[in-house]
């Protein structure tokens, strides 16, 4: 799975960058600013015509507002996507228990063996390399799945009942690729540049005219620089759905795992 950089860095270092860019604009727009009063013959008049801050902080809001939506929509579906897969899991379960052993047992294991990899941990994934690799598990066990369901209704295994076991582990299969979908599905990186560079330039337009006016204050546009890094970093920490501070619940497909692990161990004290 492909992933752009800025996926990959931690919300904090994320807000740093985009801080510190914002520093750097306001510091720029203030300079030219105190250059252009020095050769303008009247810059309160300037300043008092300009309406490109207007128009710039207009932009920003709209921009800011779309892809915070875009994020934020990608977030719901990742948590949509886990509790499906969870409840694909737990019902292609319940139905292998009506297959006629030894194919009853062997599938039972190999859906549980199969859910324990889909439950994907904050730490299993700070990195590009082990997200790959978390992937790659996963998948090794799901080659699984198809083989044993294939002895499972080759049995003497009624039409219906097969057709239904068919059905859950093809829904299983198939979740697999929406999760990957859903994870792979970020905000592209040209509209967090983007972001980035109509924040950067409101900021350096309102620095600009207070060098027009002689005056700027610092301490209210670092508050505004603070307050815009932290929203875009928070936009993009929706894109981050098992490596930000904002991440997507395992606890349906951990319940889902730990009634399975319940119902093999009561199995196997009932066997002995």
């Not at 810059?43 to 709209?62: F, N, Q, Y």
């Not at 501070?245 to 002995?272: C, F, N, W, Y």
């Amino acid at each position: 799975m492909q992933l752009a950089a800025i996926h990959l860095l931690p919300p904090f270092a994320l807000a740093t960058l985009v801080l510190l860019s914002m520093v750097v604009a306001i510091e720029v727009g203030y300079r030219i600013g105190l250059r252009t009063r020095r050769r303008a013959s009247d810059p309160e008049a300037i300043v008092k015509r300009d309406v490109t801050l207007g128009a710039m902080l207009a932009l920003l809001g709209l921009l800011l507002a779309f892809t915070y939506s875009f994020s934020l929509s990608r977030a719901d579906l990742r948590k949509e996507a886990v509790l499906a897969e969870a409840n694909a899991l737990s019902t292609a379960f319940l139905r292998a228990d009506l297959v006629d052993e030894p194919a009853r047992s062997a599938l039972r294991r190999a859906l549980y063996d199969y859910a324990r990899t889909r439950v994907v941990l904050q730490e299993q994934v700070r990195t590009k390399e082990q997200l790959e690799a978390v992937i790659a598990h996963s998948e090794a066990a799901q080659r699984k799945l198809w083989p044993v369901l294939s002895q499972a209704v080759q049995v003497d295994t009624p039409g219906p009942l097969q057709n239904a076991l068919v059905q859950s582990i093809t829904e299983v299969l198939d979740l697999h690729t929406t999760r990957l979908s859903r994870v792979g599905d970020r905000l592209p990186e040209v509209v967090f540049w983007l972001m980035v560079l109509v924040a950067a330039g409101a900021l350096a337009v309102a620095a600009h005219n207070g060098g027009l006016a002689g005056r700027i204050s610092r301490s209210r546009m670092a508050v505004f620089a603070i307050v815009l890094s932290a929203l875009i970093a928070v936009i993009m920490d929706f894109d981050q759905p098992q490596r930000g501070t904002i991440t997507i619940s395992q606890a349906p497909i951990e319940m889902t795992v730990k009634s399975m692990a319940d119902d093999l161990a009561a199995e196997g004290q009932r066997m002995h």
